[in-house]
């Protein structure tokens, strides 16, 4: 297979480099690029560790082609905290025990960052839906829900703070 | 104090910012090998030949290696010789590796074992367990057999009589991270290997092997996992062997890890069981007498189900006194998967036959199925139990009973000196609100046509320390440096259970520092040799007191010195606060570890523990194999569609007995993510397999997992406020194990919930899926 020039952003950093137009962004990003929080579980989508955002969209990265990521913006665990400073998010998945072996802690953040981007507000329900595609072997998910609605009603009070 | 502070994780900041390593995330040299198995494509035969020119010839491939390229193939298992790392001409499984594929990228070795060809000759597979008890497939000469008192003739004498059978599928461990080992050659022949492993010293001992070098030749290191459940006990043997192997024989780094696909392929699973049970009980449901007969199917090779057979064996009695009671055991060889560890390790599936009995019974009688098992529980240990000191020195399991009450033995003989399920199930039915719910359930249902309710309350008791005695034993490492920081290394292993967190918790504690100065470091062979398997919930329980050990060996030579130079007693000398006290005086830590440093007292120490008063003939089924009890309770409430099969669990309570815990933030962590998995393994987790041997869940597609949108709404979690009797750490109890079967009463609560639609008992089989739960209402 003829190799592709892909140019991409990742983490705000400008990237280009050569690769297979069908390799997976996932293998991309852990292989060529260093970037090894996203997480491979299942390389067919359905755990959600190789979680990051693409465009402002949650994706599962190991079913995005890299010809698919061809001028994309992407932002991975590694580009929620540019300044070393822990988010909000990350504060509180630390906090509230919201992890055991943290296989799946990349990719959850990653996907309830972008769930609060949607819904700022989410009763639990919402947030048991909306991380549904997101599996984790160990806590039980209850830590993790407590997480991110800690999460959201700090931010919130923030905002309110702010206004 | 930091000992029983709800701490996060060591490396919770590592991980929410993506910067915790696993052995795949450690950045490898250029050079590095990339390894895959092709596997075989029949589940029994003998291998007539290899095709494999189209895989040698893919670009990137560096060799591919058969049975032809070992003189002696090197073994994986570990307790039985008898798993060869490729097969040698005969195929036991599908899924079996075959040929090792070396290349220069992942993607390459794994294109390249899918490109080659086994032909076989196959033969009719060993699939059940019927067909393993015709062929008399099996490992040991028979089945083992315990009796407690004469089952038979309490059988006979007994005023009510029932029997059933309950099959109980196996559980695919889901670890989020597979099966991953990475190995670099050293100089003078020696090897480094990281490994996804709860077990290093394994991993040494079988590259040692390997590689016929002394395992002094051997370092492995193990930083963390990305969950093991009992998956990486035995299961990561093939990769960390064929790694070295292949680092050994090229002369370069070489790493693995298995896809998806193919861990659940290779790896082993929890054992599938079908328990069978003849009862004998009296009219207000006390059991008299119970003869079991458990199957298991074991897979391919023996690897630890004799003892996973025995621990079922070990809890067929759970929390119930029972006068009588006959246990026979057989462990069945068949062309699967070889089924290994999995939290509970046996104890799950015995624990599941005696509560199906209890349901049983109490259906037959029409009474509650609470009442039938409190009247069936052994007998509460006497004293005050709540708020008992945290460091007694003594053991207080062997608290006398008063005149006249005889101590009740298990069947296994062991005396059950710590029971506390009296009083523990007694308060989580006050606030569970048990009874009120069980009449709404009942009203529910009356109201309701299709959607039925159910509540089921299990207790659990579970029985800690390994039965393979020796194993009950742990070391560790501890440094103090000149500037007052301490690294502390032991033989445990973290996979996410809050492990490192803990036994860091007992060194800052024993130094009477914070917790910021334990630096904690990956378990490395290198350090401290000759450890036992985290497994067995024993973690904290051996790794802390061995870790214990070695801090008050450095802690005691700092208080002699400055007992001397103060004129007073060592045992005066106080350590708390960042600070140490001695004779009116006082001084930081660090400027008392500098004092020590220049007055050349030895600030490195190595700890030493072994479980006391254990010892056990697992043949004969007698002696004490478990240094004490751990307790804990779950309610559960469900409601389920009769026109679907679909339900859900509605709410969930949990009353949980982890003595006096050392982390109750993690503790709690571990029953919930026990209790989920638990109800997984009963309800959604089915492991199919087809009429050739090939596992038809092979991927999350179509083997599922609890997702978060399957966590109950109303989750209730508590700890049973009360240290252990026996002399452990800190006086708390193991909780790794404990909780999952907690999750037994998701399972019985569907059970309950289709018996209000039908005349009889259920007799509901595991896991209730939405399909077996539509057969047994219809049925
Ligand atoms: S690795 Fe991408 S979803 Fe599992
Ligand atoms: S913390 Fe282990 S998979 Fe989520």
Avoid at chain 2, 641 to 655: C, H, S, Y
């Amino acid at each position: 297979m003829s190799k592709m020039h892909l140019k991409l952003t990742v983490n705000g950093q400008a990237e280009e480099l050569r690769v297979e137009p069908r390799e997976l962004l996932i293998h991309v990003l852990r292989e060529k690029l260093n970037i090894t929080g996203p997480h491979i579980g299942c390389e067919t989508s359905h755990c959600g560790a190789c979680t990051v955002e693409m465009n402002g969209k949650s994706v599962k990265s190991c079913t995005v082609f890299a010809a698919q990521a061809d001028g994309a913006e992407v932002t991975t665990i590694e580009g929620l905290s540019p300044l070393g400073e822990m988010n909000v998010l990350q504060n509180a998945f630390r906090e509230h025990h919201g992890l055991q072996c943290g296989f799946c802690t990349p990719g959850m953040i990653t996907r309830a960052h972008r769930l609060l981007q949607e819904n700022p507000t989410p009763t639990a329900e919402e947030v048991r839906f909306g991380m549904a595609g997101n599996l984790c072997r160990c806590t039980g998910y209850q830590n993790i829900v407590k997480a991110i609605l800690a999460a959201a009603s700090e931010m919130n009070a923030a905002k309110e703070a702010a206004e | 104090m930091s000992v029983g502070a709800p701490l996060p994780q060591d490396a919770a900041e590592l991980h929410v910012r993506g910067s915790a390593r696993y052995v795949d995330d450690i950045p490898v040299p250029p050079d590095c090998l990339h390894l895959a198995f092709g596997l075989a494509p029949v589940a029994a035969g003998r291998i007539t030949g290899l095709d494999l020119a189209a895989a040698r010839a893919l670009p990137g491939v560096r060799a591919i290696w058969t049975a032809e390229d070992f003189p002696e193939m090197p073994d994986c298992s570990s307790s039985n010789a008898d798993e060869p790392l490729l097969a040698t001409g005969d195929i036991h499984y599908l899924g079996q590796p075959v040929f090792l594929v070396v290349a220069d990228s992942h993607l390459t070795a794994r294109r390249a074992a899918r490109l080659g060809k086994v032909h076989v000759e196959e033969r009719k597979p060993i699939l059940t367990i019927e067909e393993a008890l015709a062929a008399d497939s099996r490992f040991e000469d028979g089945p083992r057999i315990w009796e407690f008192n004469d089952t038979a003739a309490a059988l006979a004498a007994a005023p009510h009589r029932l029997s059933g059978r309950i099959e109980i599928g196996g559980q695919e461990h889901f670890y989020l991270e597979g099966q991953a080992a990475l190995a670099l050659p050293q100089e003078d022949g020696q090897m480094l290997v990281h490994s996804s492993t709860q077990h290093p010293t394994e991993i040494q001992h079988k590259v040692a092997h390997a590689l016929h070098v002394p395992m002094s030749a051997v370092r492995v290191e193990t930083r963390r996992m990305g969950g093991g459940f009992g998956g990486k006990e035995s299961q990561g043997n093939p990769l960390a062997i064929a790694c070295a192997l292949t680092a050994s024989r090229l002369g370069r780094p070489a790493k693995m890890r298995y896809d998806r696909d193919d861990d659940m392929q290779i790896t082993g699973k929890r054992h599938d069981f079908r328990i069978a049970y003849e009862v004998g009980h009296d009219a207000e449901g006390r059991v008299l007498a119970v003869d079991f007969t458990q199957w298991t199917r074991c897979g391919w090779s023996m690897d630890l189900s004799l003892p996973v057979a025995d621990r079922a064996m070990l809890h067929a009695d759970n929390a119930y006194a029972i006068p009588a009671m006959r246990i026979e055991s057989h462990r069945l060889r068949t062309n699967t998967q070889s089924a290994t560890a999995f939290r509970g390790f046996g104890g799950p599936q015995g624990l599941l036959g005696i509560e199906r009995v209890m349901d049983h019974v109490a259906a037959e009688l029409g009474l509650d199925p609470l009442e039938v098992r409190q009247r069936n529980f052994y007998a509460e240990a006497p004293g005050e139990a709540v708020g008992l000191p945290r460091t007694p020195s003594e053991d207080i399991s062997e608290v006398k009973r008063g005149a006249g009450t005889e101590v009740q033995v298990t069947p296994y003989h062991q005396p059950v000196t710590d029971f506390i399920l009296h009083g523990l199930v007694g308060q989580l039915v006050e606030t569970s609100d048990y009874h009120a719910r069980r009449r709404a359930v009942a009203e529910w249902n009356a109201a309701n046509p299709v959607l039925k309710k159910g509540l089921a309350l299990t207790p659990v008791k579970f029985g800690i320390s390994f039965t393979l005695t020796h194993l009950n034993q742990a070391g560790a490492l501890v440094h103090v440096y000149q500037d007052g920081s301490i690294l502390m290394n032991h033989g445990g292993t973290e996979m996410g259970q809050g492990l490192f967190q803990k036994v860091a918790q007992v060194a800052a504690a024993r130094f009477g520092v914070s917790i910021d100065r334990v630096r904690i470091t990956a378990t490395d062979t290198g350090k401290v040799p000759n450890t036992s398997a985290t497994a067995a919930s024993s973690g904290s329980d051996l790794n802390g007191m061995a870790v214990q050990a070695a801090c008050d060996q450095i802690r005691d030579r700092i208080a002699v010195l400055l007992a001397e130079r103060h004129q007073a007693r060592p045992e005066d000398v106080v350590f708390a606060d960042d600070r140490v006290r001695v004779g009116g005086d006082e001084m930081s830590f660090e400027d008392a570890v500098a004092l020590a440093y220049e007055n050349r007292v030895s600030l490195s120490a190595s700890g030493f523990y072994k479980t006391p008063e254990i010892e056990w003939d697992r043949i004969a089924g007698r002696g004490r194999p478990f240094y004490y009890f751990a307790y804990g309770a779950a309610v559960t409430e469900v409601v389920l569609d009769t026109l679907t099969g679909e339900n859900r669990i509605l709410r969930a309570d949990i009353l949980h007995d982890c003595g006096a815990s050392l982390n109750p933030a993690l503790d709690i962590g571990q029953i919930e993510g026990g209790y989920v998995q638990g109800a997984g393994w009963l309800t959604t987790e089915e492991l199919v397999w087809d009429g050739s041997g090939r596992l038809r869940t092979h991927a999350p597609s179509t083997y599922k997992i609890p997702a978060c949108s399957d966590r109950p709404p109303v989750f209730n979690v508590a700890l049973w406020k009360c240290a252990n009797r026996a002399a452990t750490v800190y006086r708390s109890k193991a909780v790794g194990e404990p909780p999952l079967m907690l999750g037994v009463s998701a399972f019985l609560a569907l059970s309950d919930a289709v018996a209000s639609v039908r005349g009889d008992y259920p007799s509901l089989d595991a896991p209730a899926t939405a399909e077996r739960l539509l057969m047994a209402i219809n049925r």
